[in-house]
């Protein structure tokens, strides 16, 4: 599986900013695709997931009620709307895929989130 992030950029705080992830390879239902990200200094950490089957979502607690991620199964592809955005939310985000129970073992490239205050 091969995945490439879009749609980072340098936004103002307040701001909005998609991201979109297209994967290679077919999705199972089992599939789970999540989105990291990881800011300078700091580990990586969670943003949300979805499960490719039943679109069951689950959020981090500081993104919770601003994200938004989403699946295209058509394009096999996975979004996060990201709302309200604050410079704590700048970081490099990461894509990922955890084929069925196991942990996340594919991973894009990043794409740089930046907001500024």
């Known amino acids: 599986v091969q995945l490439q992030a879009s749609g980072g950029g340098l936004v103002q705080a307040g701001a909005s900013l998609r991201l979109s992830c297209a994967a290679s390879g077919r999705m199972l239902s089992s599939t789970t695709m999540g989105w990291f990200r990881q800011a300078p200094g700091k580990e990586r950490e969670f943003v949300a997931h979805?499960?490719?089957?039943?679109?069951?979502?689950a959020y981090s607690d500081s993104v919770k009620g601003r994200f938004t991620i989403s699946r295209d199964r058509a394009a096999n592809a996975v979004s996060l709307q990201m709302n309200s955005l604050k410079p704590e939310d700048t970081a490099v985000y990461y894509c990922?895929?955890?084929?069925?129970?196991?942990?996340?073992?594919?991973w894009g490239q990043g794409t740089q989130v930046t907001v500024s205050s």
């Open positions: 990922a895929v955890a084929p069925g129970s196991s942990s996340y073992r594919y």
């Open positions: 979805i499960r490719w089957g039943y679109g069951t979502t």
